[in-house]
Every structure is written in C-alpha cells, then in structure tokens.
C-alpha cells in the first residue's frame, strides 16, 4: 500500500487524499493551521469544477450551500449604482453566478467526504525533506520523521514544501503589483443589506472595498490596494493600521468596514500574485495548486484548477504506470495547458479591477455597461466559457 503525505488541507489537498484513499493508498495530511481554515471569499461551480464535484459525489452537497447571489454592482462614494452586472448576464457565464458557495463551505465538502482512515495532524508542518531512490524521508515540527513513497505539496502560493525543495519562493513568484485583505463581517441592525448583490466600490489610488453576500447574518469583505511586497514581518494589528492609513477618506461604507477590522475572526492580508515553474516535481516530491502554478485570483480560476489538478494527478498515481515518474508526467502534462492559459489573464484586468484614476473608473463602469449591450452579449459568453467559467 502506497504511503503519500499531503502537505496542506486546503481544497486542493482534502481532494487529493479523498481520492487517494479511495483508490487504497495510505494517505496523511499535515497542516499548519489548528483546523481547516476558514474565511475567503466565494467559489464557482461553473465549468469543470461541477464534473469534479459530481465524480467526487459531492455536488448536490455542494448546490445546497449555493450563496443567494443576484449579481454584482459597481457604486460610487454615496453607494449610487454606476454599473450593474446581473448572474443572468451573458447567459450565465458573467462575473458572478448563481453556482457559488463559500471557500469555507466547499472546504467543509471535501474534508467531510474523506474516511477516517486518512490520517490528519492540525498545527504541524513539515521542517525537512531528504529525498531518496525509494522513499522520502520527512521531518516534521511536532512529530518524529517518516518515511514516504511520495509527498505532494498542495500548501498554497507561499508553499513551504516548494521552498524547502525546489527552492526559495522569490524564484517563482511573479507580483501583480496589488494586495488584498478580506474578512467576515457579522451584520448588526444598522448594517445596510446587500440584498443578494455583491458591491464594489473603486477609489482613486487602485484602491477597492467590496462586500459580497455570506452565510446568513453575515457578509464578505475585501479590500485591494496597490502592494508590490508580500506583507512579511507585520503582525496583525500593523496591518489593520495598513489599511486604515491606505484607505483613508475614501467613501461609501469604508470607515464603518474599517472599524469592524478588530473583531474580524478570520482576517487575512495577502498579495495577488502567479507562481511561475518550468516543472513541478522532483524525484518523489509533486507540488499541486497554488503551490505549482498560483494564476492568482484575479483570474477566478483558482478553485477549479486545484479540483481538476486533484483528480488528474489521483487518475495518473492509480494509473498503473511502471514508475512514479511517469505518473508525474504525465500529470504535469494533462495540466500545463489549463494553468498556462488561466495565468494570461484578460487584457487590462489588473487595471479594470483597481483603476488608477477617477476618470478610469468611470470608464470601466461605462465599458461594464456596455459589453452587455445585445449584440456582444454571445461573444463575451463564449470567452467566458472558453476560459473554464
């Protein structure tokens, strides 16, 4: 019986080590945070990511925690609508859909399909790597070393296990130039309804604060900034400064979100980036995900990359092939096209999603107002579909 760890529970890794378990391999997940983390923002269904799901037995789960969603909309500092985009746009395939759900829930989805034969260890991680012809030998903070047959990094864009094989991340990482934070917001009586809609509001600066329906009695928020640098050495109240200095006198509902900060249960900070590698294995290590091939979110391809990468390298491993390094690549292969064409994201999107000016914020609301004009309706949904949505 083959014996893999899985380094992250994240939605690539729980999908992993469900399929792997079920295909009879002995399967462990080290993860760093105490359980599976919560927060994020929500995740589409659409395209690919649904056959996933289904095969997993695990989408009519899914569609029962379906967020209620009518749509997305641009406001200016007063909260008047500028532009509006509605899930019916484009015959479905617009910005926001109808089949979403939150991170947090799909993440709950996946865990609660695996058996109790996998086995996880929360507030641990792995320390060292030593690689060998047949096995690796791993070394873990919290628990003695172990052998394995193989060990798959799915720990996300700031992955440890790529650092600690293939070397330090600034090799591999390619900034867009934006950070992001979100949080959960808990509505109070006087917190203004969102209705359904998910509402943007962009200031001058690339600056932007969103807030997107949750789980009832709650919302989702986030705010983008223009940061170059990952935000290491900051702790969490320098970076609810961070924001509050970024973010100052801009309008619509920024300082009421901005007050919240500190009672913000799953608050994080990050930056939008890619991760860029010529290959993502080496010997017995495979990376899988963000860890591999971040196209950041920017690209809204994240979720179902991890799902179609979780199952093509699970087909591959229980394949039958002679040798390991087949499997891997030929997973490597099955995947290249799909990462590599997420990672070019439409042209102008950084810019259109935080205009500098204000002049160019109205453009993107009139040009978001334009392109579902009738007659570049069918166009825009081709492309859409053509790009996993």
Known sequence: MPRVLVVGAGIA???????????????????????????????????????????????????????????????????????????????????????????????????????????????????????????????????????????????GAHSRTRSLVFGPEDGYRHALGLGHAWFTLAEHPDTPSLDGWSLVHNAPGSRLVGARPGHPGTQEIGFSFPMPSAPRGLDREDRFALLRTTFAGVGWRTPELLAALPDATDFALDTFDQIRMDTWHRGRVVLLGDSAWCVSPLSGLGTALALQGAEALAAEL???????????????????PATTAAAKLIPGRVRSYAPKSALGIKAVAGVMRFVQSPFLTPVIAHVGASRGH
């Open 13 to 155: 890794g729980d999908t992993l080590a469900v399929s792997l378990d079920r295909a009879g391999w002995e399967v462990t997940v080290v993860e760093n945070a105490p359980d599976l983390r919560t927060g994020g923002q929500t995740v589409d269904l659409r395209g690919a990511s649904t056959g996933v799901l289904d095969r997993l037995g695990v989408l009519d789960a899914c569609r029962a925690a379906l967020v209620d969603q009518r749509g997305i909309a641009w406001v200016d500092a007063s909260g008047r609508r500028l532009a509006a985009m509605p899930v019916e746009a484009f015959g479905g395939a617009g910005f926001v859909s109808s089949e979403e759900l939150l991170r947090t829930d799909l993440a709950r989805i996946l865990h609660a399909a695996g058996s109790d034969r996998i086995t996880y260890r929360w507030s641990d991680t792995v320390e060292a790597i030593d690689p060998a012809d047949d096995h690796v030998t791993v070394s873990f903070r919290g628990h003695p070393a172990e052998r394995f047959d193989l060990v798959v990094g799915a720990d």
């Open 318 to 336: 229980t394949a039958g092939h002679r040798d390991l390094a087949t499997a891997l690549a030929r997973f490597e292969h099955a995947m290249r």
